[in-house]
């Protein structure tokens, strides 16, 4: 059985949404994640925690969009840095559409920090009309949370892109897609002497492959752990909450 809207004839869709009003929201981005990691990283990552989760409880995976709000990442000519006003109208309409069809509870499972600002409005948007339940895991910030005894490092040598803690989650979920030869360590930037201002800075000034921290200590275990870990604690959250 499917847990995909998209693979569902609408008979079976309206039946699944009457009886379980849960609806799992993946997005993510199209960017430079390291020369170890596809492209698409952010958003193979949240739609597979999504089946994750949904196999668990039942809840429904909207369709999704294959790329994000990756402005900051835009330095790289291979990044498909999308307008945020896309991913805006997007979610906008789909929350929108699904709401109207009879979705009580919203899970949006963020793979992309870039999206994270964006869902907080659709998010508060909507909440503010109608009798709704959202929540959003912002997933590569969920898995620092929770994951604070399964890696070697900490901070951006483990959790920075591409690094110990994705590389480990890829290496867990989808072997195949990791590029072994060209696992790096890239050290983060010293921390800013003006921390209290907002800075700007392109990408590639602080990484020249777009890896920050140590990939070459990830493991698959690690990343069956972290996995494992941060999909019990959402469907936690679903069964309590929802």
């Known amino acids: 059985m499917t847990n995909y809207i998209r693979k569902m004839s609408g008979k079976q869709y309206m039946k699944r949404l009457a009886e379980n009003p849960t609806v799992i929201i993946p997005t993510g981005a199209c960017e430079i994640y390291g020369p170890q990691l596809p492209m698409g990283s952010d958003l193979i990552a949240a739609k597979r925690i999504a089946e994750l989760v949904a196999e668990k409880t039942g809840a429904l995976i909207a369709p999704t969009i294959e790329a994000g709000e990756s402005s900051a990442l835009a330095s790289f000519p291979c990044t498909f840095a999308m307008p945020r006003k896309i991913l805006e109208d997007w979610l906008d309409w789909l929350v929108g559409k699904l709401i109207k069809d009879g979705a009580k509870n919203f899970v949006f499972i963020t793979g992309h920090a870039g999206n994270v600002d964006t869902v907080n409005y659709i998010g508060k948007k909507y909440m503010n009309e109608h009798d709704i339940k959202l929540v959003q895991i912002d997933w590569w910030r969920f898995t620092n949370a929770n994951g604070s ?64 921290g140590d990939a070459t200590v990830a493991t698959k275990e690690k990343g069956e752990k972290i996995v494992t870990r941060c999909v019990d604690r959402i469907v936690s959250y679903m069964e309590k909450k929802f």
Do not use: W
């Open 149 to 212: 005894d399964i890696f070697q490092y900490s901070g951006q040598m483990a959790h920075g892109h591409a690094s110990e803690c994705g590389t480990s989650v890829f290496m867990y979920l989808f072997p195949e897609l990791v590029d072994m030869d060209e696992l790096s360590r890239v050290e983060p930037l010293p921390a800013s002497e003006f921390p209290d201002f907002i800075g700007f800075q392109r990408f590639t000034e602080k990484t020249p492959n777009g890896t920050i």
